[in-house]
């Protein structure tokens, strides 16, 4: 049908053309307020990127301090370390492969003045090829570099370099010894392990000091100094080794200190030059790295994905003005023809009826699970897709469910714990949790939630982030730095802490407690005939027995080659000790099947000590348990002996 043009056909059409600027200048104002929106979604994804990657380094950094303290603990320990125990240790640590990033250790003692001639005579008999203090000359104190794990050339760098004539070492060693903690050096443009090596890195330090002596003030740190655990880094190693070290679509940079130029740069994952425009948007943050500052920047890609943020904005221009077109139309027919109006009209609404719904999907692309619950009953209201990918369960499983009635909680305290803190603060930040998914794996989360009102009612955004990968990484340094490699027993260090908490539990409780020094008889011949494999599998069927012998409070710990120690947290008297020391003893005497069909036969000799009665601290109980089973490997081994305090006993009965 058609329409006949109104009279007034002009003052209509001015009337469009005024619905069109309005519409162009509506859509102008939405189009630059989501393209601010985008800009600002931009920079917080290059801050979570920034936050991300600087856990990462400051994971690895902290993991490389537990290598060093565990180095630390074994120079600590009270008995001389040799150099082929010290290689075997650093052996066993797989540098590179469990412990990425650290490439080598070594160990640099604090050798004094009246001590330089006996220490050079020492060193030139254990080191093959010579040895010499480099530079030479007279001076109070010399820290030389006496050993280094895997050993470089000794062309390349040879052993004997006094590391305190080095201004940067000397100034990291001294941090190092005054704090009591590690620290890095700055930029290196050499190598400890490799002298002509001239790619960029830094070396850590670990004080050691005399075992048992205080360490509460910098004065007592300087006088009990022995000297220092190095770890020499070269940072493309450091890098290259770094879990989740790529960014998609960002460069990465890290500086030395806080000035940003080509001679504080230790690593750039992308070494051609940025533009301007895009150095200058860098994003930075600052980390405390072992006593220095480092400053990471990261610079997003000019080829990378735009963010939908910027999509949105280019489909607001372009559906706005389509619209505003559109509007002119409808307010030029509006004002012609009634009836072309309500056509048009009712065509118009079922357009934006269209447009609506398609713009109301929502597209879930974070990768953390999210969990939208009412405030006054915790009825999940939503998830997201990163929920069900974390935990398994569908939106159907548990919408119109308490949060609190979930099966996801792996224990009610922490479950208690979030609800707490809900109801406290109406929010909780970085919370960790036990979680347990819908096929019963346990999961280890950061739980973060936040108010918000969601369809016009009160709710809570809960965000939880899994971490079980990096805890594991945690839980596994831990119990390496703690417990022998060989065995599984507790080593020495957490041995001497256990032994140190028993004896104040007994203080305070009046109780008693006992202490077994094992020593293994004839376990030399076995080694020295079967093999030391052989040997192995024999001190792990003992360490398995004496074990089996002992109640689940007590601790069993293995502290040098074929000598154990037995920590008996609660005894009436002497003769509860004895007797669980001569059950270990028959244990120990049974026969062992180390190989399929051969069998070896050992005994043991074992002194036993009970507290207070022979020592009122650890070091006296220990010294009187040793003595008591000397005494035992005097009478004729295959023994248990209390400790009387008799005739000194000779040390050298083995």
């Known amino acids: 049908m058609r329409l006949k043009r109104p009279d007034n056909w002009l003052h209509h059409l001015s009337g469009a053309l005024l619905v069109l600027a309005l519409s162009l200048g509506t859509t102008w104002w939405l189009w630059q307020f989501e393209t601010h929106n985008a800009e600002l979604d931009q920079r917080a994804r290059a801050d979570a990127n920034v936050q991300a990657f600087a856990s990462r380094v400051e994971q690895r950094m902290r993991a490389q301090e537990q290598v060093m303290r565990g180095a630390q603990g074994l120079f600590s320990v009270g008995a001389p370390v040799g150099r082929e125990a010290f290689s075997r240790y650093v052996e066993v640590l797989q540098l590179g492969a469990d412990v990425s990033g650290v490439v080598a250790l070594g160990w640099v003692p604090l050798v004094s003045e009246t001590d330089l001639p006996a220490h050079v005579a020492e060193m030139r008999s254990l080191v093959d090829g010579g040895y010499a203090l480099v530079p030479e000359g007279a001076r109070p104190q010399y820290a030389p570099l006496v050993q280094l794990e895997p050993p470089s050339e000794p062309h390349l760098h040879p052993l004997g370099q006094d590391l305190l004539m080095d201004a940067v070492y000397r100034a990291t060693m001294e941090r190092a010894r005054d704090s009591g903690a590690a620290a890095i050096t700055s930029r290196l443009n050499r190598s400890l392990q490799n002298a002509s090596d001239n790619r960029v890195g830094f070396a850590m330090f670990m004080p050691v000091y005399r075992p048992g002596s205080l360490t509460d003030t910098v004065d007592a740190r300087r006088a009990n100094l022995m000297g220092w655990v190095v770890a020499p880094c070269r940072m ?54 072992a006593g220095r500052t480092w400053t990471l920047a990261i610079v997003e890609q000019a080829d990378s994905v735009a963010s939908p943020a910027h999509h949105k904005a280019q489909l607001i221009a372009r559906n706005g003005v389509v619209l505003s077109c559109v509007l002119a139309l409808l307010a030029w027919v509006l004002l012609s023809d009634r009836a072309r109006t309500v056509i048009m009209a009712t065509q118009m609404t079922t357009e934006l009826r269209e447009s609506k719904e398609h713009f109301e999907l929502i597209f879930d692309s974070s990768p953390d699970g999210m969990v939208i619950t009412q405030q006054a009953d915790g009825l999940v209201v939503d998830i997201n897709r990163g929920f069900t990918a974390m935990t398994g369960y569908e939106r159907g499983d548990v919408v119109s469910i308490s949060i609190a009635a979930l099966p996801i909680w792996k224990s009610a305290e922490d479950r208690r714990r979030y609800r707490k803190e809900l109801a406290q603060h109406q929010y909780c930040e970085n919370l960790e949790v036990a979680l347990v998914t819908k096929n019963g794996q346990t999961i280890i989360g950061i739980l973060s939630a936040q108010p918000a009102t969601f369809k016009g009612v009160a709710c809570f955004v809960g965000v939880v982030r899994d971490i079980t990968g990096r805890k594991a990484i945690e839980d596994r340094m831990a119990h390496m730095a703690q417990h022998d490699s060989l065995t599984g027993l507790p080593n020495r260090a957490l041995f001497d802490d256990r032994l140190k ?81 001569e059950k270990i003893r028959q ?43 000397y005494r035992s490997k005097q009478q004729g081994r295959d023994r248990v002996v209390l400790y009387a305090p008799l005739a000194s006993v000779d040390p050298s009965v083995a």
């Not at 001679?263 to 940025?274: K, V």
């Not at 004839?522 to 004496?546: E, S």
């Open 501 to 581: 908490q028993a004896i104040v539990q007994a203080n305070r409780n009046r109780g008693r407690l006992a202490l077994l020094y094992v020593d293994l008889d004839h376990f030399k011949p076995v080694n020295d005939t079967l093999g030391h494999a052989v040997g192995d599998v024999l001190l792990k069927a003992v360490a398995q027995r004496m074990h089996d012998c002992v109640r689940a409070s007590d601790t069993v710990a293995r502290i040098g080659g074929d000598e154990f120690v037995v920590l008996l947290s609660a005894v009436h008297d002497g003769t509860d000790a004895l007797a669980v020391a």
């Open 236 to 289: 493309d190693v450091w890098m290259a080794g770094l879990p989740g070290g790529e960014i998609s679509g960002m460069g990465v940079r890290i500086f030395d200190g806080i000035e940003i130029s080509n001679q504080s740069l230790l690593f750039d994952s992308n070494p051609s030059p940025l533009p301007k425009t895009q150095a200058s948007a860098a994003t930075l943050e600052y980390l405390q790295m």
């Open 587 to 629: 244990a120990l005497n049974q026969s062992f099947e180390v190989v399929a069909g051969k069998m070896v036969h050992i005994s043991s000799s074992t002194g036993v000590a009970v507290y207070p009665d022979h020592g009122l601290d650890e070091i006296e109980l220990s010294k009187n348990a040793d003595a008591a089973m």
